[in-house]
């Protein structure tokens, strides 16, 4: 039986391949939410997910859930949901309704969600320029959104909230042709998910995602987040 790692303050993660088969992917537990640690698990094919009743809890799922942005679906429903121009789509402009809404999204769910530390932390990542979100809006009320990191060409999907119907969808899908415009080359799902797959999601294994982020998260990508709200005119 493997034994759980714990992580001190020292600013390191054990190799990807200590990852448990059951419950898959968990790779270790403790240290903290600093933005130091949080870029440098992201970067390697980590990320936190746990809930307040528990640690730190460091996941690296084999296999990955991944989208090629060249590969997004958009269904006929969800087009003609866009061309009907219900929601105005903004970025960064309420980072911190988003992030709380989507806490108050999971409360009620089954799984893990998203404790008052992890709000905190992700709104330094916010401040600091690595994360972001994207806002849906419908006669000025947030209706839905989501939110991530992206770091060179990859953007790291978080966590998005809905309250009315194709919100969110529709601000993922303007999310995703900005980040084909700036030249984004993968979106990470992190879990398989049937919301996903209909965007044409797919599974990877953990090495060759890994050799993806070693490649790409040394490119960057220039990107006016502003502009994001203009990406689907041509869907």
């Not at 998910?193 to 990508?221: H, V, W």
Request: charged share 20%.
């Amino acid at each position: 039986m493997p034994q759980l790692i714990w992580l001190d303050q020292e600013l390191y993660f054990p190799d990807l391949e200590l990852a448990f088969e059951e419950p898959d992917g968990l790779l270790a537990a403790g240290g903290d939410l600093s933005v130091e640690r949080l870029l440098l698990a992201y970067s390697t094919g980590i990320f936190p997910w746990y809930d307040e009743t528990q640690p730190i809890m460091w996941w690296s799922p084999n296999p990955r859930s991944v989208l090629l942005p060249e590969n997004l679906h958009i269904s006929r429903s969800l087009k003609k949901a866009i061309k009907k121009n219900l929601f105005t789509v903004t970025c960064d402009t309420a980072f911190e309704e988003v992030i709380s809404a989507c806490a108050d999204s999971r409360k009620n769910a089954e799984g893990t969600w998203i404790t008052q530390e992890m709000l905190n932390a992700y709104t330094d990542l916010y401040e600091q320029g690595f994360a972001h979100s994207v806002e849906v809006w419908q006669h000025d009320k947030l209706v839905g959104g989501l939110y991530g990191l992206a770091l060179g060409a990859v953007f790291f999907g978080e966590s998005m909230f809905s309250r009315s119907s194709d919100a969110s969808k529709v601000g993922f899908v303007h999310l995703v042709e900005h980040l084909k415009k700036c030249n984004f080359q993968l979106i990470d799902c992190q879990v398989e998910s049937e919301y996903m797959n209909n965007f044409g999601a797919e599974l990877i294994d953990r090495q060759t995602f890994k050799a993806s982020l070693e490649k790409l998260i040394s490119d960057p990508c220039a990107s006016n987040w502003q502009e994001l709200e203009c990406a689907s005119s041509t869907i």
